[in-house]
DNA sequence: TTCCAGGCGTATC
DNA sequence: GATACGCATGGA
């Protein structure tokens, strides 16, 4: 990772990374493709345009931000202090996932927002990526930013249908009941053991083990939460019936992201 | 019309 | 603990 201030934009040198791959892939929904290579969207309520420049060499510009906001916010967020280039060689030790890693090199795990990776998580039970993104679009919408769970907690599960977010309603409520009861802390889940803090999400009606793993991974960069769905569900019948491969141990997570995108993309 | 979507709660055995 | 079934909504 190499960077430069250019005006009022930041130049990046990147080659593990893609915009579509990355931005647009199931792991965040508000990020909204603003032409050819360039998205649009939010950390928390900061904006960014970001465009790619050079895919063959992986350059990038980040608009109208400065180095102290770059530094702060976007190089965390988009963890570019992660060497993609070294876990794909680990993971590539392994003959599916060497596949994977081709298929779609440019796949980063977003360090995402606690509250925003887990409310949004919970939408998505049972629901498409079209779906969600309405879903959360309106209620980004409603409130002019994404609302925190304190702002939500004048909210009820009737009083959230303007989101059409269906039966999910009344789980986002419960959430954020517990969030602003105390009952639980997500600074807290954050540094538990994984299987803790597994289960301290799962106290959370709506949230089961797919959910849970979901919020670990993309909310609280635990890179060793695997998340099954229907989709990791075939991935593991097909080519995994044993398990995983050691050579993934520690990053289950990231590993799980590249074998989602091929299984569901690159066949 | 019917089926399905980055699952989960509940009932039942 | 395993397995069936319903669930709000909307697009294909």
Redesign the pocket.
């Known amino acids: 990772m190499d960077y430069s201030v250019s005006g009022r934009d930041i130049i990046l040198h990147q080659p593990d990374f893609d915009l579509d791959e990355t931005l647009d ?3 965040a929904f508000r990020w909204v493709k603003a032409g050819a290579d360039c998205y649009e969207g939010y950390y928390l309520n900061s904006f960014l345009r970001i465009s790619c420049e050079n895919k063959a060499e992986g350059v990038f510009r980040l608009h109208d931000t400065d180095e102290a906001d770059f530094l702060s916010q976007w190089y965390n967020y988009l963890d570019l202090s992660t060497d993609y280039g070294e876990l794909k060689a680990r993971f590539s030790e392994d003959e599916t996932l060497a596949k994977a890693c081709a298929f779609a090199g440019g796949i980063r795990i977003l360090r995402q927002d606690k509250w925003e990776a887990l409310s949004s ?1 919970i939408i ?9 993104k ?1 879903i959360i679009g309106r209620l980004v919408e409603h409130y002019g930013g994404y609302p925190s769970a304190e702002q939500l907690a004048v909210e009820t599960a009737e009083s959230l ?1 303007f989101l ?5 309603a009344k ?1 986002l409520a419960d959430a954020v009941g517990k969030l602003t009861s105390g009952a639980l802390d997500l600074d807290v889940i954050a540094a538990q053991p994984l299987e803790q803090a597994k289960q301290s999400l ?1 106290s ?9 793993m ?1 919020a670990l991974l993309f909310g609280m960069h635990r890179t060793e939460a695997f ?6 569900k075939r991935a593991l019948e097909r080519w995994y019936p044993n398990g995983l491969p050691d050579c993934v141990k520690g990053y289950e997570g990231t590993a ?2 590249y074998l ?1 995108h091929y299984i569901r993309h690159g066949l």
């Open positions: 892939c199931g792991q998580f998505s039970q049972n629901n498409n990526i079209p779906r969600i309405g249908g059409r977010a269906g039966f999910r789980y799962m959370i009606k709506g949230v089961g083990p797919k959910v849970a979901c998340p099954v769905d229907v989709w990791m799980q992201q989602f």
